[in-house]
């Protein structure tokens, strides 16, 4: 299988084709061929973004809402990269995606980083794959998400919350420098005067010092902020096939109206 033109073109960088003020020929046909190549995608190569597309388009645009919702990917947590996670006021967690071209060899380990953050853990899997992961799983508090081979997300086995792993240090470091800062200034009375280079270690050791499971919460509740209100306005309006590749891009109004106008010119 030619699984080069899935790469070639559901990716970020067909995105920043699509903002461009000039959309050629080439691209317009694209675009009038990405639904049969997404097709072709959920039925014969469902690769880690046609996992991750799927989960943000049943997810956070189906069960929760963008208005409440932020969803991340890639989250570097020690020795491991998590693949999804959802940050919601009621309720977040991670999802470890394993499909049917990976394989479970660092799948234990992952799952240990993921609780030094989270404290509700997911993998999410295909049919071939359940019972392998089941069995790894199925006396441990990691739930079970599968994804149907009629490409829904159904939870097999549920998840419970488990605070025990949670650690400040890695807590810390997925919140970007105006969001820690801020969190420091809000918690705490009297904030230490020093160089801008000390900065980071000393609001990590006034952090330190926060109850494990408000810090989590105050860390969600930061992250929360991060919602893009053009995405609340524009995202739905955008073709299934590339919201999650959208939603990523983090586009201003400008670049919405324009994504919007060319994939109409393609479609």
Do not use: C
């Not at 991750?52 to 491991?80: H, M, P, Q």
């Not at 441990?140 to 086995?157: A, D, E, F, H, P």
């Not at 020093?194 to 919460?217: A, E, G, W």
């Amino acid at each position: 299988m030619n699984s080069s033109k899935f790469y070639d073109w559901f990716n970020r960088k067909t995105i920043t084709k699509l903002i461009g003020k000039e959309v050629d020929e080439v691209i317009l046909q694209q675009i009038k061929d990405s639904k049969d190549l997404y097709k072709e995608l959920s039925t014969s190569y469902r690769n880690e973004f046609f996992y991750k597309n799927t989960l943000f388009n049943k997810l956070v645009l189906g069960t929760y809402s963008l208005n409440t919702t932020v969803a991340l990917s890639e989250i570097e947590i020690d020795d491991s990269k998590a693949d999804f996670a959802i940050i919601n006021s009621k309720k977040s967690f991670v999802v470890e995606i394993k499909t049917d071209l990976d394989n479970l060899e660092k799948l234990i380990f992952q799952i240990e980083d993921y609780y030094k953050v989270f404290s509700i853990v997911y993998v999410l899997t295909s049919e071939n794959y359940y019972y392998q992961v089941y069995r790894l799983l199925k006396n441990t508090k990691v739930g079970i998400m599968v994804l149907t081979k009629r490409n829904t997300i159904s939870i097999r086995k549920d998840a419970s919350e488990d605070f025990s792993g949670l650690k400040h240090d890695n807590l810390f470091r997925i919140l970007r420098k105006q969001e820690y800062e801020e969190l420091i200034e809000k918690n705490f009375e009297e904030i230490p005067k020093v160089k801008p280079i000390s900065r980071y270690t000393t609001y990590l050791n006034m952090f330190r010092l926060l109850d494990i499971k408000k810090s989590q919460r105050l860390v969600f509740n930061a992250i929360l902020g991060r919602i893009n209100k053009n995405n609340v306005e524009y995202l739905k309006e955008v073709p299934l096939e590339f919201r999650w590749l959208v939603y990523q891009s983090h586009l201003n109004r400008e670049k919405f109206e324009r994504l919007l106008n060319n994939l109409q010119g393609g479609i």
